[in-house]
């Protein structure tokens, strides 16, 4: 009775481990099964022998310290120093130049199993440039690669919310990530600068549209290439920018009537890009000790550049009270511009020198009555002070020829089609 209850719970427990082992078994792929069915039978069937399963590749990335020698790199990645050099003579026979190599370098290091010498090597030299290095028999060969970039067009826009650099932010950081939605914010302020001042001009609720090339690196890297239209609608009045080229005009970009872009004044002494974003644009230092107070006060770093918004014959250079350093400058129609509380004057400007538009004038500073950095700027007209946005509102530049009016009209019509284009890539027709 008992002997019988033994055999029993061995069957059961044979019976339930077969279960078991049917039923975690790895998936046999169907011919496997088909050949091991076949085993039995006499007749003799070809054999089919499955592929050896390929052994995954073990890959990982390691980065070239700072002072580390390629050597030691090569030993983290499990390479001999006897390899080491057939790999170091490979690589310089194909573009390494073991002299100059970056620290932070992205080496891959591929390998057939975890703790095998690894049989590739792929240094990446830059975003779009890297040696390929494999192991055979013979030892270590090297090869270039050049990737390519490639250039698309695409369309972005949106609402201003609260600046420009907020609004590149918001709207185009996914089809300009990193610093490229930077790179964008300057392009446009830089195209826009003697209509628009970014750094002041810009209200909630103002929107912003441009077709823009850029270039993408292998690695996902973008670039802004060049804008090729934009426009912003601020307080409800559109200023829009094509670029063309132009055979007869110096300039790159029209507005929609086919006039250069450019004026006979920008409409802000410091450059958009050296605004900070983290200034603002709603600055406003507390000088109510000073009452002759009547101009702009632009926030930036001490040593910023302050640029000549317009040609002009410099008036004086020196100290005045309240202004710290002071500099005047004197334009044609009457005009004369005043920049305060600077830490010093660019080299040869003093009374009586000429300067030119964008030049370099002065930097920067908290001298006079400031309570911070920042550049104190003022607009007279007719001896009496203006408000600079009201002043400075340019009267449209230089008309193209009617010669390349045609021309110009079809482009402008591509590109207004492409900026109603919804955000993202978009082609544009080939002219
Ligand atoms: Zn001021």
Same mark, same amino acid.
């Given at each position: 009775?008992?002997?019988?209850?033994?055999?029993?719970?061995?069957?059961?427990?044979?019976?339930?481990?077969?279960?078991?082992?049917?039923?975690?078994?790895?998936?046999?792929?169907?011919?496997?099964?088909?050949?091991?069915?076949?085993?039995?039978?006499?007749?003799?069937?070809?054999?089919?022998?499955?592929?050896?399963?390929?052994?995954?590749?073990?890959?990982? =990335?390691?980065?070239?310290?700072? *002072?580390? !020698?390629?050597? +030691?790199? %090569?030993?983290? $990645?499990?390479?001999?120093?006897? #390899? @080491?050099?057939?790999?170091?003579?490979?690589?310089?026979?194909?573009?390494?130049?073991?002299?100059?190599?970056?620290?932070?370098?992205?080496?891959?290091?591929?390998?057939?199993?975890?703790?095998?010498?690894?049989?590739?090597?792929?240094?990446?030299?830059?975003?779009?440039?890297?040696?390929?290095?494999?192991?055979?028999?013979?030892?270590?060969?090297?090869?270039?690669?050049?990737?390519?970039?490639? =250039?698309?067009?695409?369309?972005? *826009?949106? !609402?201003?919310? +609260?600046? %420009?650099?907020? $609004?590149?932010?918001?709207?185009? #950081? @996914?089809?300009?990530?990193?610093?490229?939605?930077?790179?964008?914010?300057?392009?446009?302020?830089?195209?826009?600068?003697?209509?628009?001042?970014?750094?002041?001009?810009?209200?909630?609720?103002?929107?912003?549209?441009?077709?823009?090339?850029?270039?993408?690196?292998?690695?996902?890297?973008?670039?802004?290439?060049?804008?090729?239209?934009?426009?912003?609608?601020?307080?409800?009045?559109?200023?829009?920018?094509?670029?063309?080229?132009?055979?007869?005009?110096?300039?790159?970009?029209?507005?929609?009537?086919?006039?250069?872009?450019? #004026?006979?004044f920008?409409?802000?002494?410091?450059?958009?890009?050296?605004?900070?974003?983290?200034?603002?644009?709603?600055?406003?230092?507390?000088?109510?000790?000073?009452?002759?107070?009547k101009g702009t006060?632009?926030?930036?770093?001490?040593?910023?550049?302050?640029?000549?918004?317009?040609?002009?014959?410099?008036?004086?250079?020196?100290?005045?009270?309240?202004?710290?350093?002071?500099?005047?400058?004197?334009?044609?129609n009457g005009y004369v511009t005043r920049?305060?509380?600077?830490?010093?004057?660019?080299?040869?400007?003093?009374?009586? #020198?000429?300067?030119?538009?964008?030049?370099?004038?002065?930097?920067?500073?908290?001298?006079?009555?400031?309570?911070?950095?920042?550049?104190?700027f003022e607009v007279l007209v007719g001896g009496v002070q203006r408000d600079s946005r009201v002043a400075l509102r340019?009267?449209?530049?230089?008309?193209?020829?009617?010669?390349?009016?045609?021309?110009?009209?079809?482009?402008?019509?591509?590109?207004?089609?492409?900026?109603?284009?919804?955000?993202?890539?978009?082609?544009?027709?080939?002219?």
């Amino acid at each position: 009775m008992k002997k019988l209850a033994i055999r029993a719970t061995t069957y059961l427990v044979v019976a339930l481990l077969l279960v078991l082992a049917l039923r975690f078994t790895p998936e046999i792929p169907d011919r496997r099964a088909a050949d091991v069915l076949q085993q039995g039978t006499p007749v003799a069937v070809s054999r089919v022998v499955p592929a050896p399963a390929r052994t995954p590749i073990v890959a990982r =990335t390691e980065h070239l310290g700072r *002072g580390e !020698t390629l050597t +030691a790199l %090569l030993k983290r $990645a499990g390479i001999s120093e006897d #390899a @080491a050099f057939d790999v170091i003579r490979a690589a310089t026979a194909s573009a390494l130049n073991t002299r100059y190599l970056r620290a932070g370098m992205p080496v891959e290091v591929k390998s057939d199993s975890a703790g095998e010498t690894p049989r590739e090597l792929v240094f990446h030299l830059g975003i779009d440039r890297l040696v390929r290095l494999v192991r055979s028999d013979s030892g270590w060969k090297g090869s270039e690669e050049r990737l390519a970039w490639k =250039t698309d067009t695409v369309a972005v *826009g949106g !609402t201003i919310h +609260a600046n %420009l650099y907020q $609004a590149m932010e918001e709207q185009a #950081a @996914a089809m300009f990530p990193g610093h490229a939605k930077d790179e964008l914010a300057w392009a446009l302020a830089d195209i826009f600068e003697y209509k628009v001042d970014m750094s002041r001009d810009l209200q909630g609720g103002d929107r912003f549209r441009a077709l823009v090339e850029r270039d993408v690196a292998p690695n996902g890297a973008t670039r802004v290439h060049r804008v090729l239209a934009a426009s912003f609608t601020l307080s409800g009045s559109e200023t829009s920018a094509f670029r063309f080229e132009s055979k007869q005009s110096s300039a790159s970009y029209f507005d929609a009537n086919g006039k250069s872009l450019r #004026a006979q004044f920008l409409r802000a002494p410091l450059e958009f890009r050296r605004i900070s974003s983290t200034f603002g644009n709603r600055y406003h230092p507390i000088l109510g000790r000073w009452k002759a107070h009547k101009g702009t006060d632009y926030a930036a770093s001490p040593g910023t550049p302050v640029r000549a918004i317009g040609d002009a014959t410099v008036v004086r250079a020196g100290w005045a009270g309240g202004y710290g350093n002071m500099l005047e400058l004197r334009h044609r129609n009457g005009y004369v511009t005043r920049y305060g509380h600077l830490r010093g004057f660019a080299k040869g400007i003093r009374a009586g #020198a000429r300067v030119e538009i964008g030049q370099t004038v002065a930097y920067v500073g908290t001298t006079g009555l400031s309570t911070g950095p920042h550049l104190h700027f003022e607009v007279l007209v007719g001896g009496v002070q203006r408000d600079s946005r009201v002043a400075l509102r340019s009267t449209s530049g230089e008309p193209l020829t009617a010669r390349e009016r045609e021309a110009f009209d079809h482009l402008r019509a591509q590109m207004l089609a492409s900026l109603d284009a919804a955000p993202g890539v978009v082609t544009v027709a080939q002219r």
